[in-house]
């Protein structure tokens, strides 16, 4: 099995990490169930003691249109799909131009802006253990059921690149903070919003070390430099008691925190 070392302060969108040895999948024999598999980590907090971990190789980095459907690799970044989309003039995958991610780590999350989710004109999937249609995975609000390396999706295909709805989506961002993050901290609770509930706790605009809860858009827990692993976890601890302890609400994380010692 090959290997790459990747220095996740740099590579991951929150810029926490270390440098660490990561084990590159190129066929299914490599995959292993103890290793977390990894895509571009825009969702993803890096602890000081992961598990090992795990990346497609660029082998599945690809975008074609068979059959008239579209099908896309794994590794595949959001900004080449945004890119092929527009230049293929092909509808409903706006949204993507405006989301960081591979197309793994979309589909696992079920990743999307409002009513926009990559699972609309999903059809299928292929994993290291087989095909699977939409149908045969259980998905919701940024959750899915998928327990396999996803090394392939396909979707259908519309046409109507629209350039109207990139714009709406820029616009949607505007009250979200470009200082380095990992999207969204908390899922919305049902019915009503994790970013009002965190402001409502006192803690928007919160700083502990280099991280903050951002002054911008309360569920953003940004990085201003020299945030680490241990600020990010205790802003997210003392949000999820104080919300607790407030309204009754058991805040759920969006983001992916990867840390052996708090199993
Ligand atoms: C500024 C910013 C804004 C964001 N805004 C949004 C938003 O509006 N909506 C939204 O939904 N998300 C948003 N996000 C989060 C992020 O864009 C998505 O969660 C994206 O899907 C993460 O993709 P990734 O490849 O980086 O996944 P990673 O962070 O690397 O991994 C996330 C999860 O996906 C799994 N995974 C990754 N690849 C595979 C694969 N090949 N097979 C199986 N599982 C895999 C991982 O195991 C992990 O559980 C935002 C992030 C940032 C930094």
């Known amino acids: 099995m090959n290997f790459k070392t990747i220095d996740f302060s740099k590579y991951s969108s929150i810029k926490i990490g270390q ?9 299914c024999s490599d995959y292993k169930e103890s290793h977390f598999l990894l895509g571009s980590c825009s969702n993803t907090l890096i ?37 092929f989309c527009k230049k293929h003039n092909i509808a409903n995958f706006e949204f993507i131009s405006h989301l960081p991610g591979t197309l793994g780590g979309l ?14 004109n999903l059809v299928s999937i292929s994993t290291c253990q087989g095909d699977f249609k ?3 995975i259980n998905f919701g609000y940024r959750f899915t059921d ?26 949607m961002r505007s009250n979200q903070p470009s200082t380095p993050s990992a999207g969204s901290c908390f899922k919305n609770p049902e019915g009503d919003y994790a970013g009002r509930l965190i402001e409502a706790v006192g803690l928007k605009g919160k700083k502990v070390g280099g991280m903050e809860f951002s002054s911008e858009h309360a569920n953003f827990l940004v990085n201003h430099g020299d945030g680490t692993f241990d600020d990010a976890l205790y ?29």
């Open 19 to 27: 440098k660490i040895k990561v084990s590159i999948l190129e066929k």
């Open 47 to 83: 602890g000081d003691n992961p598990p090992p971990l795990m990346i497609l190789s660029k082998i599945y980095d690809y975008i074609k249109i068979e059959d008239n459907l579209l099908k896309i690799g794994g590794a595949t970044p959001s900004g080449k799909i945004a890119s």
């Open 235 to 263: 802003l997210i601890d003392e949000a999820k008691k104080r919300v607790y302890s407030k309204f009754d609400i058991k805040l759920e994380c969006e983001i992916v925190i990867l840390e052996n010692d708090l199993i």
């Open 107 to 120: 589909v696992y999350m079920n990743a999307g802006l409002k009513e926009f989710e990559i699972f609309n």
């Open 146 to 171: 998928i327990s396999s390396p996803i090394l392939e999706a396909t979707f259908s295909i519309s046409y109507g690149f629209d350039k109207e709805k990139v714009k709406t989506f820029k616009k």
């Open 134 to 136: 939409k149908e045969k």
